[in-house]
C-alpha cells in the first residue's frame, strides 16, 4: 500500500500469499474503477451517478450468476471468480455516491460521528473484505480492523486538503479548521488502538499491515512537520521513507 497515492488496501504485494492475489487485485481494480467513476475526468454529477448506478447494477447481475454488460466485462469477470462478501462491496459504492451527491452540494461534514459514519462505508468494508480472505472472522479483529481502516482514511482525508478543497470536498470539520494537531491526534489514537491486530494476525500479512500502519503514522509525522497545516501543500511519502517505515513496523512490539 501507498500511503502517498492513498488506497484503502494492499495492492497484491509479494507479502500476499500467491493464492490471494488474484482475489485482492480484482477488489482493487473494481473499486478503483468505482473511484474513478465518482471523481475523475469532467463528468456532471448527474452522468457520475448515473454511471455509479449501471455500476451497481453490473455488481448486482455478477452477484446473482449472470452476464455484466460490456463496458466492465473484463472487470467483472475477474470479480466473479472470488466469494466477496456482497454487502461491503456495497457499501464501497454507497460511499463513493455519497461523495458525489455531498461534492455537488457544497456538504461540510460537521461532527466526528458524520465522518465515522461515512469512514464506516468508505474504509472498514475493505478491512473486513480482507479478513474474510485470510478467513479471520473474530469481532476483536474485525474492530481492530475497523479502527486502522478508518484512521488512514481520516489521515488521507487530512493529508489532502490542498487536493479535495479545489474538488469541492470538505471533510476538515469546523473545531480542526485553524489546526489540524486534534484531528492527527484523533486518528493517530484510532491507529494505536486498532495497532494489536497486526501481531495477531503475525504471518506476512501481519507484516503488511505493520508496513500499513507505519505508512499511516509517518503521513501524520510529515503533517506535524508541516504545523499541521496541509492546505498549500500535500506531504508525501517518499522513497526515502521506506527504511524507517519499514524498521518500524519490523520492531514495532519489542
Not at 460490456?70 to 454487502?87: I, P, Q
Not at 475497523?146 to 469546523?174: E, K, M
Not at 503533517?223 to 517505515?245: H, L, M
Request: glycine residues 6%.
Amino acid at each position: 500500500m501507498s500511503v502517498d497515492h492513498y488506497e484503502n488496501f494492499p495492492v497484491a504485494s509479494i507479502l500476499c500469499p500467491k493464492r490471494l492475489r488474484p482475489a485482492v487485485a480484482s477488489l482493487y481494480w473494481f473499486a478503483r474503477t468505482a473511484d474513478d467513476l465518482a471523481d475523475e475526468g469532467d463528468a456532471t454529477p448527474e452522468q457520475r451517478l448515473i454511471d455509479l448506478a449501471a455500476y451497481r447494477a453490473d455488481l448486482t447481475c455478477v452477484l446473482a450468476g449472470g452476464p455484466p454488460s460490456n463496458r466492465w466485462h473484463g472487470l467483472f469477470e475477474a470479480l466473479a471468480k472470488h466469494s466477496f462478501l456482497s454487502h461491503h462491496l456495497y457499501e464501497l459504492l454507497d460511499a463513493f455516491e455519497k461523495d458525489v451527491q455531498s461534492t455537488a452540494a457544497g456538504y461540510r461534514y460537521q461532527t466526528k460521528d458524520e465522518l465515522l459514519a461515512y469512514c464506516k462505508l468508505s474504509a472498514n468494508p475493505v478491512g473486513r473484505l480482507m479478513l474474510d480472505l485470510y478467513g479471520v472472522t473474530d469481532d476483536e479483529s474485525k474492530a481492530q480492523s475497523d479502527a486502522i481502516c478508518t484512521a488512514l482514511q481520516l489521515i488521507n482525508f487530512w493529508q489532502d486538503v490542498s487536493v479535495d478543497v479545489p474538488r469541492g470536498r470538505y471533510y476538515v470539520l469546523p473545531e480542526h479548521a485553524d489546526s489540524l494537531q486534534a484531528a492527527c491526534d484523533w486518528a493517530r489514537q484510532l491507529m494505536l488502538s486498532g495497532s494489536p491486530l497486526c501481531k495477531r494476525l503475525g504471518g506476512r500479512f501481519g507484516f503488511e499491515l505493520r508496513l500499513v500502519v507505519q505508512g499511516g503514522m509517518r503521513i501524520l509525522e510529515k503533517i506535524e512537520a508541516q504545523g499541521f497545516d496541509t492546505s498549500t501543500q500535500r506531504p508525501n511519502i517518499t522513497k526515502w521513507d521506506a527504511p524507517r517505515i519499514f524498521y518500524r513496523a519490523l520492531f514495532m512490539f519489542r
